[in-house]
């Protein structure tokens, strides 16, 4: 069974920590998405990977940042973390074709304290 | 900009009832549209998606949708709801412009009574 998964389901953190999110898919996909979830403000794009070493930002870029050195792997990164990024965190993948849709890992909880 | 509107913050419906959950968006050309299921605390799992062809689609779990270009919606419905349908609903669109991601709608909150 294809699957996009996230290393850690809840997470907690002090402000100021960097904070590493990793997520992993096994289905050979070009494109990687992270995402945050808030209530009241739906899902909201921080970056995407459309290939190995490149990335774009997303809506909701600033206080973060991501890594792709391989296909499989996205990592989002959180430089100096805030309690204001206390969020679901959603990673997403998806072939070349927008139209196959989009798979998605569990999420991760992070909350900061 | 495509924009996704769910009107429907919450929906409450009784076990067995048929459901509608209502979902427009805002772009000039047909895009891809997508429904996501969300149960608590978990992923968002593809129940159906619309991309060309019948406009009306059939998905996983008995959903099905329905676009209609004329009202800019593609509405999502099922004849009897099961209390497992209980979850957050999200309704998406893809304008076909590049390697972007998706746009949500806010999610609508379906809750079921016995």
């Known amino acids: 069974d294809v699957k996009v998964t996230q290393s850690s389901r809840y997470l907690v953190k002090r402000t100021g920590e960097k904070v590493f999110l990793e997520c992993v898919q096994d289905m050979d996909h070009e494109n990687m998405f992270w995402y945050r979830q808030d209530p009241g403000l739906g899902l909201r794009l921080i970056y995407f990977s459309y290939d190995v070493k490149m990335k774009e930002k997303g809506d909701i870029p600033e206080g973060y940042s991501v890594s792709r050195e391989k296909k499989e792997r996205f990592s989002l990164i959180l430089e100096s973390a805030s309690t204001n990024q206390t969020s679901m965190y959603l990673c997403?993948?998806?072939?070349?074709?927008?139209?196959?849709?989009?798979?998605f890992g569990s999420g991760t909880r992070l909350t900061v304290v | 900009a495509q924009s996704v509107t769910q009107p429907d913050i919450h929906i409450t419906v009784s076990e067995g009832a048929s459901l509608e959950l209502r979902c427009n968006y805002s772009?000039?050309?047909?895009?891809?549209l997508f429904w996501y299921v969300q149960s608590p605390g978990q992923g968002l799992q593809l129940l159906l998606k619309y991309f060309s062809g019948d406009t009306l689609v059939q998905g996983i779990k008995g959903f099905e949708a329905e676009f209609k270009r004329s009202q800019s919606s593609f509405n999502l419905r099922k004849p009897s709801v099961h209390w497992s349908d209980a979850a957050e609903y999200f309704c998406?669109?893809?304008?076909?412009?590049?390697?972007?991601?998706?746009?949500f709608g806010k999610g609508t909150h379906l809750i079921i009574q016995p």
């Open positions: 997403a993948s998806r072939p070349g074709q927008a139209g196959y849709g989009y798979t």
């Open positions: 998406a669109v893809y304008s076909g412009g590049g390697a972007d991601g998706l746009t």
């Open positions: 772009y000039g050309a047909t895009p891809y």
